[in-house]
């Protein structure tokens, strides 16, 4: 797994040597390729985003907090590949893919990166690929797509025999509505989400049969064409079968590396949920666009 780790930040570094010299100049890539913008035909967008969310707390599904649990941390880190494929830049496709590593009982929020597969405590692979499609379907409004993609679970169990999760073995059709509107300075630009999820395919799973709705918020600030810092609150709500729902606050920024390369990061909080744990995240992406 570590190689594994290793073959993808190369991959995603070594995209910044392809930056063209006559890219056209609409300002950095934090500014203008926000998500809801879509890529020109025989553009590429490579995003390498890691999330890793640990908790000593819970919440059971009247929302009353069991605190001072033995540490669970559960680190996602996946791939985003797309490219532009139509002249009027309306339509991008691309792959998605999941490698998970969790580890419970206590251990360390670092030990996610020792990938020892401890018997009884941690687990971590490729968990899930998904096609995906991002199409403009509004003729008049360029700042709002859709992305739509299918999720396929590469593993066979959620939880091994020690009680151990990785992930869910539904399949997942999910929907994702992008928006963003920058403000007449040109200072602050207010980007909105919804995803939408349908989890099926499996009576085994957890997640078989629910529905989820998430919506987010985020606010930017623009310091520079190069930097920005931004706040944002997310809401997640599970249907179905399984219901759970938390509440999360963060804050994070952006910095313009090169012509091709940016970083991200952020971190925020779980404030309130059912059915969960509330504990908080640390994330960190690398985008590469050329």
């Given amino acids: 797994m570590k190689k594994i780790i290793a073959i993808l930040v190369l991959t995603v570094i070594s995209y910044t040597g392809y930056s063209q010299e006559d890219q056209e100049n609409e300002g950095s890539v934090i500014q203008t390729y926000t998500p809801s913008k879509l890529l020109k035909k025989g553009q590429w967008d490579i995003k390498w985003f ?17 605190k001072n649990l033995d540490r669970e941390t559960f680190f996602t880190s996946s791939i985003d590949i797309f490219t532009g494929v139509s ?51 509004l003729k008049d409004v360029s700042n709002f797509t859709i992305q739509s993609a299918f999720h396929i679970p590469l593993i066979s169990e959620e939880s091994d025999a020690q009680g151990v999760f990785l992930d869910q073995t539904a399949y997942t059709f999910q929907n994702r509505f992008f928006y963003d509107y920058t403000l007449p300075s040109g200072n602050w630009q207010l980007f909105t989400e919804l995803n939408t999820e349908y989890n099926f395919g499996d009576d085994e799973s957890f ?16 310091p520079s064409d190069k930097s920005t810092i931004l706040g944002f609150v997310q809401h997640f709500q599970r249907l179905g079968d ?13 910095y313009q590396l090169t012509k091709t390369l940016n970083l991200e990061a952020l971190y925020s909080s779980f404030v309130r949920g059912s059915n969960t744990g509330i504990g908080e995240s640390f994330n960190i992406g690398l985008r590469a666009l050329f």
């Avoid at 890691?50 to 059971?60: C, E, G, I, R």
């Fill in 242 to 254: 399984f219901e759970q729902d938390f509440t999360a606050v963060g804050f994070g920024g952006k």
């Fill in 207 to 222: 997640a078989n049969g629910t529905f989820v709705l998430a919506p987010g918020v985020f606010m930017s600030y623009f």
């Fill in 50 to 66: 890691n999330n890793l969310y640990t908790q000593t707390k819970v919440a059971n599904s009247n929302g009353d907090i069991t």
């Fill in 87 to 137: 002249e009027n830049s309306k339509i991008n496709v691309g792959l998605l893919a999941e490698l998970r590593s969790n580890v419970i009982g206590d251990r360390s929020a670092l030990d996610i990166f020792s990938f020892d597969g401890e018997r009884g405590t941690a687990r971590s692979g490729l968990t899930s690929i998904a096609p995906v499609i991002k199409f403009n379907p």
